[in-house]
């Protein structure tokens, strides 16, 4: 048990400012819940990300502690309750402050990944 | 760890989960699959619900509580698995904390838990003494304040109850209780208007009196007890609790304020005043208030007054005023246990610092590893706190025994000294110093080994060697440890030096073999003189018929405790015009006294039995001899008392003695120190002769013995005449030295510690010295180096600390010595021979501790040092 608890963990910190941007993005778009978000995912990204509810719940329940999120129960469309999250206004600011974090790191992975460019100047 | 209180978060987090197992099995069946399969390839598809679920709860606890709990554990594990570092460590603390709970206790009950009445914060204390008239003027006039005053001090017989008891009174305004807001248990206080003759034959009981005396018998209220020769009924019974002016009262009775007697009214006690601040006054408008009547009172007086008289006089908070004489006591006790509380701290940091050496490795492979440094400090931090709580806990149990010590070593007459227990405050303060001594003594080596040179504690293959910097930290522990030790053995052995002056202070009498006792028939049985005498000269009689007895009676036994004034008129000194006639300690003795008390006669006679009845003599001491006739011989001169005719001729001057306390013959408002026998003339302040009498005598036979005769031979005399304060003279004495031999003994105490701890300490740091050069002094010894070398290294080594931390300690002491001042006699504060003695001591003691490991080092075998590694 403990070893597998290890795992999950470790994938939690692998994923974690990813996920937490993706989380962000999504409840963009409006309120949504768990499982939700990770049909979403799923869906927008055509299936190539699969979220691990152990890390997704983690991941919800952390950023509402930061109150980037905030979390409150509904019945969904098809009449089951459900805990929906939605985004905050400082979750708002965060969203646009880790799209640009984003941005700047797939430039530069970009630029380490096609050299080709640089070495062509001279 | 789970947390209870998550407990419908959890709930939530459960359904959370449920909802979300539920919505995707809901999407399986949509798209056509069975209802049991889609659950369960949801459920698959979802993975382990527990552990999602507790990965998730992970996000709930707070970081630093998480670590705290990883860390509380981690140290708990280290600290079980070496039990002997954690038993010597805990137990240092705990002796430390221990005895500062101990010494804060007393603190606490005495100067900071507020009195027992209500609106305490209300009650002022006026600094001055007022007789009768003057506290009634004040009572008049005063605005911003009610005020009450009170005489303590005073005895009455209790006679008619069995055998006759001699009590304490307080006699009381009528409104004091009602100023205190104290209610009785039984019965009422008085009432205003009480405190008037004729109005007031009242009394009320102390708890305490009506259980002993009155067996707690409630019909005792209403009905008439004959107290100092009068009916008094008995109209209340006060509460256990209630201990005004101290636990000494046993009876309070109404003042008499009386215009017509002038000599009580305006020269009978001086009484101390308390007030209750009115709603809406300060204490400040009641000070302005009491120093604009300090300047208007002198002049209600029949006689002029000295303008000197209460010139200072004030109001202040009631809780400062009664406990104003402790207070630079317990202050300086509390710092003295304050240093030995640093020196264990010193002592435990130093250890930790030792076995951090050893920990060094294991630090800094998790520092590679990642760990952040403020989170390894974090942890070394919350082990040395856990530590030190342990050794609060076990020094709580160590101050519980300490205060009931305390209690019983303190003098009795500390004020308040029975009310002081462990309460909040106490274990408030004994958590905070827990955590803050696990701070102080965990700080250092959490810092140090938090730095630690990852590569250098690596590289030596986790031997330990001498880290420089570990070794100057140690060093500097050691220097202060015994800087501290010095300050208090300096302390200790000047409170030592000032209790010696004062037990060998010639005190002009020679107490032993002396067994002395109050003889105390009621004031009106007096009133007739002659029956006074022939009684006291039967009670004489008895005594002296028993072989090897010899006795005397005097008013006030030197030490006792009592002071008798007379104005009297001294021959060729008449007072300047306007100013009072001296004011003399009268004491009225038999002949024989002298002899009794073995006070030197240093010229002139004694006195005989022919002087009861002829003509009129005194007595005085040198010092009154020096001070009225200097360089003449005083017999043949004369004094007159007051309202006397007669001139009384000084037949003999004899020794000072110490009369008042053991370093003053008489208080300073005292001019002067004359004797005369006891006859019809022999009156004091009040022209009345003294009732009350003590008897001295010197025999050869048991106290114990005497004590018996006397009470019997009293009681075949008279039988309404209580004998009270049966004690040697040597018990009287000691009494007098009571508090400074309480003071000093507690200081000693805590010197001891601090040496001992000290000690341990220089001996610990010497050891780690030695265990780690053991393979340098291997190679040396191989190399063709003496012993002797190694063995004076190492001692010169110890012997740089020693004396670098007794030179500090000497420098502080020269500095701080100063509060001690107060509290000695006949040394001065920075007295040279104890601050070398100390010295000395301290050297030689610490010295020693360093030749343990000395010799160690000396005897190291080169062959199996150098294999070692």
């Known amino acids: 048990m403990a070893e597998k608890r290890e795992r999950y963990q470790n994938r939690i910190e692998l994923l974690q400012g990813t996920l937490d ?43 509402e502690k930061q109150k980037w999120i905030k979390s409150e129960w509904k019945i969904s469309e098809n009449k089951q309750r459900a805990k929906y999250y939605r985004l905050t206004a400082t979750g708002k600011k965060q969203l646009t402050k880790e799209r640009s974090k984003w941005a700047q790191l797939s430039d530069a992975i970009a630029g380490v990944l096609n050299p080709l460019e640089d070495e062509s100047e001279p | 760890m789970r947390f209870p209180w998550w407990g419908r978060k959890r709930q939530e987090l459960d359904e959370e989960l449920q909802s979300h197992l539920q919505m995707a099995a809901r999407a399986r069946i949509e798209r056509g699959e069975d209802e049991n399969e889609a659950a369960r390839a949801a459920r698959r598809e979802f993975g382990n619900v527990g552990l999602v679920n507790e990965v998730t709860q992970d996000q709930w606890k707070q970081r630093w509580l998480k670590d705290f709990v990883e860390d509380a554990r981690y140290g708990l594990r280290r600290m079980l698995k070496s039990p002997g570092f954690t038993a010597i460590a805990v137990l240092t603390l705990a002796l430390g904390i221990g005895a500062n709970t101990a010494i804060f206790s007393l603190v606490n009950g005495i100067l900071l838990v507020s009195l027992p009445y209500p609106h305490p914060e209300q009650l002022v204390s006026v600094t001055g003494a007022y007789p009768k008239g003057a506290f009634v003027a004040m009572r008049e006039q005063i605005r911003a304040m009610d005020v009450g005053a009170y005489a303590e001090g005073h005895e ?54 009506w259980e002993q005396r009155f067996g707690s ?90 303008a000197s008289w209460n010139a200072h ?89 300490g205060l009931v010590l305390l209690k019983v070593m303190l003098p009795s007459d500390t004020p308040r000294l029975i009310e002081t227990h462990i309460d909040w405050r106490v274990l408030l303060f004994t958590g905070a110093l827990a955590i803050l001594t696990g701070v102080v003594f965990g700080l250092a080596p959490a810092l140090h080994s938090s730095r630690a040179a990852l590569t250098e504690a690596l590289r030596s293959g986790g031997r330990g060697t001498a880290v420089p910097v570990s070794q100057r930290l140690r060093s500097c522990l050691a220097i202060a440890q015994v800087a501290f030790a010095v300050l208090l053995v300096i302390a200790a052995g000047l409170m030592i030096r000032s209790f010696w002056s004062l037990s060998h202070v010639n005190a002009g009498f020679h107490p032993e ?73 009268l004491n009225v003795v038999t002949p024989g006294y002298f002899r ?25 001491t040198a010092e009154t001899a020096r001070r009225y006739w200097p360089g003449q011989n005083a017999v043949g001169k004369h004094i007159r008392l007051l309202d006397d005719k007669d001139w009384r001729t000084v037949v003999g001057v ?23 026998p006891y006859n019809s003339a022999a009156t004091l302040e009040d022209r009345r002769i003294p009732a009350e009498m003590t008897i001295a005598i010197r025999t050869a036979s048991d106290d114990s013995q005497i004590a018996t005769m006397l009470r019997t031979g009293v009681a075949a005399i008279n039988g309404e005449v209580p004998v009270s304060e049966v004690k040697s003279m040597g018990a009287v004495v000691s009494e007098a030295v009571s508090t400074p031999a309480s003071t000093m003994t507690l200081l000693v105490v805590l010197a001891a510690l601090a040496l001992v701890l000290g000690t341990i300490g220089i001996y610990g740091v010497l050891s780690f010295l030695v265990s780690n050069r053991t ?92 294999r070692y590694e």
């Not at chain 2, 003189?529 to 090897?548: E, H, I, M, N």
């Open chain 2, 596 to 620: 009794v008390m073995g006070i030197p006669l240093l010229s002139g006679r004694g006195f005989a039995d022919s002087d009861i009845s002829g003509a009129p003599v005194t007595v005085v």
């Open chain 2, 313 to 401: 006089a004030s109001v202040v908070p009631l809780q400062n005023g009664m406990v104003a004489d402790v207070r630079a006591r317990l202050l300086i006790l509390l710092s003295a246990v304050g240093l030995v509380l640093l020196i264990a701290c010193s002592n435990v940091a130093n250890l930790t610092l030792s076995r951090a050496a050893t920990r060094e490795k294991e630090i800094s492979i998790r520092t590679a590893l990642g760990a952040a440094r403020p989170r390894i400090t974090r942890q070394l931090l919350t082990e040395s706190v856990l530590q030190a709580s342990l050794g609060g806990l076990l020094g709580l149990g160590f101050a519980r025994e």
């Open chain 2, 654 to 676: 004899i020794a000072d003695v110490r009369a008042y306390d053991l370093h003053r013959n008489a208080p300073e408002w005292i001019d002067g120190t004359a004797y005369v």
């Open chain 2, 156 to 209: 009455l017989n209790l006679t008619g109850f069995g055998e006759p008891v001699r009590l304490a009174s307080t006699s009381v305004s009528a409104e004091l209780f009602s100023i205190l807001g104290a209610r009785p248990d039984l019965g009422r206080t008085f009432y205003p208007g009480e405190d008037v003759p004729g109005q007031g034959n009242f009394v009320i009981l102390s708890h305490a009196l």
């Open chain 1, 21 to 63: 941007l993706l989380v962000l993005q999504t409840l963009q778009w409006g309120a949504q819940h768990g499982y939700g978000i990770s049909v979403a995912i799923r869906n927008r990204s055509g299936d190539i990300l699969q979220v691990d509810t152990g890390s997704l719940y983690p991941a919800l329940h952390r950023l």
């Open chain 2, 775 to 866: 393979r340098e002094i291997g190679i040396r010894l191989a190399l063709g180096a003496q012993r002797t070398d190694v063995l004076r290294s190492v001692l010169g080594e110890g012997a740089k600390l020693s004396l670098t931390g007794i030179a500090l300690g000497l420098a502080g002491a020269f500095a701080v010595m100063r509060v001690l001042s107060g509290e000695l006699y006949g040394v001065g504060a920075a007295d040279p021979l104890t601050f070398c003695s100390v010295a000395v001591l301290v050297a030689v003691v610490a010295l020693t501790a360093c030749y343990v490991p000395a010799r160690r080092a000396m005897s190291v075998d080169p062959v199996v040092a150098l």
């Open chain 2, 513 to 585: 073999h002396i067994l002395t006792a109050r003889i105390t028939p009621n004031e009106s049985f007096c009133n007739d003189a002659k029956r006074c005498l022939t009684f006291y000269r039967s009670v004489l009689d008895q005594v002296q018929a028993f072989p090897g007895n010899n006795a005397a009676l005097v008013n006030t036994l030197p030490l006792g405790g009592r002071v008798s004034k007379r104005s009297l008129v001294v021959e060729d000194h008449d007072p300047p015009p306007g100013e009072d006639s001296p004011l003399f300690w």
């Open chain 2, 217 to 306: 018998n409630v019909s005792i209220l209403g009905r008439s007890i004959e107290l100092g020769g009068e009916n008094r009924q008995v109209v209340g019974v006060m509460p256990a609790e209630f201990r005004f002016p101290s636990t000494k009262t046993q009876v309070w009775i109404p003042l008499q304020n009386d215009p017509r007697n002038a000599v009580s009214f305006w020269a009978g006690d001086f009484m101390p005043a308390v007030g209750r601040l009115r709603p809406g006054s300060t204490l400040g408008q009641a000070r302005t208030e009491i120093r604009m009547f300090q300047s208007r009172v002198g002049a209600l007086f029949p006689w002029p007054m000295p």
